[in-house]
């Protein structure tokens, strides 16, 4: 995995540097959905009320299931579909002071910048909640601190498995960057067992 990723459109997107000055990246290995499920409820132990996430992977790569993973942990009892046409779905968790709301836009239909200020995300990372973009990676540059997802299908006969490389960006999850390793320690893999 390189230290520099490339977004969809090819600009490159500089992530967060570790503390020897490594990337932070964290990679990781899905064999199967329910893993992948299981890797997002444990980001979503780590993630809190103005948390940008950014889901980033080919079409098919598992960035709804991503989601539908992370809400259920979160506590959504709502089914979690892809808003490609909507857009944005929110869901509602909890009641009371506890109460936030989880913001699941999808950003693959929108052609300019303008779009996507339009949907006004800076705004739903404010107000109450935490916001998870699919294909986000495209504008990713303006978003400021975020955590990338990407999932990778294996290019072999395994059509469930996934790589998935955990990217820090900005000085917040610089922050929590050792919680976010600690709690995606079961999955991730040795460097020389990336594929």
Same mark, same amino acid.
């Given at each position: 995995?390189?230290?520099? !990723?490339? +977004? ?25 959905? =329910?893993?992948?499920?299981?890797? #997002?409820?444990?980001? #979503? ?5 103005? +948390?940008? *996430? ?13 989601? @539908? ?10 089914? *979690? ?23 699941? #836009?999808?950003?693959?239909? !929108?052609?300019?910048?303008? /779009?996507? #200020? ?5 705004? !739903? ?25 990407? !999932? ?5 006969? +395994?059509?469930?498995?996934? =790589? ?7 000085? @917040? ?5 050792? @919680?976010?390793? /600690? ?7 040795? /460097?020389?067992?990336?594929?």
């Amino acid at each position: 995995m390189s230290t520099v !990723l490339a +977004d969809r459109a090819g600009a490159l997107v500089a992530p967060m540097t570790g503390p020897v000055g490594s990337p932070a990246v964290l990679e990781l290995a899905s064999p199967s959905p =329910a893993t992948t499920s299981e890797i #997002a409820a444990a980001l #979503a132990g780590v993630a809190r009320r103005g +948390d940008l *996430i950014v889901l980033a992977g080919d079409m098919g790569a598992g960035k709804t299931a991503f989601a @539908q993973g992370f809400g259920k942990a979160l506590g959504v009892t709502d089914p *979690i579909t892809s808003p490609t046409f909507t857009l944005v779905h929110s869901y509602e968790i909890g009641s009371g002071r506890h109460a936030m709301t989880l913001h699941h #836009a999808d950003l693959y239909r !929108l052609d300019r910048m303008a /779009e996507v #200020a339009d949907l006004a995300l800076g705004e !739903l990372l404010e107000a109450d909640g935490i916001v998870l973009v699919e294909w986000g990676d495209v504008v990713a540059a303006a978003f400021g601190d975020h955590l990338e997802v990407r !999932l990778v299908a294996d290019d072999s006969d +395994d059509l469930e498995f996934r =790589a998935i490389a955990v990217t820090g960006v900005g000085p @917040q999850w610089a922050k929590r960057w050792e @919680q976010v390793v /600690e709690a995606l320690a079961p999955w991730t893999v040795a /460097e020389d067992d990336w594929c």
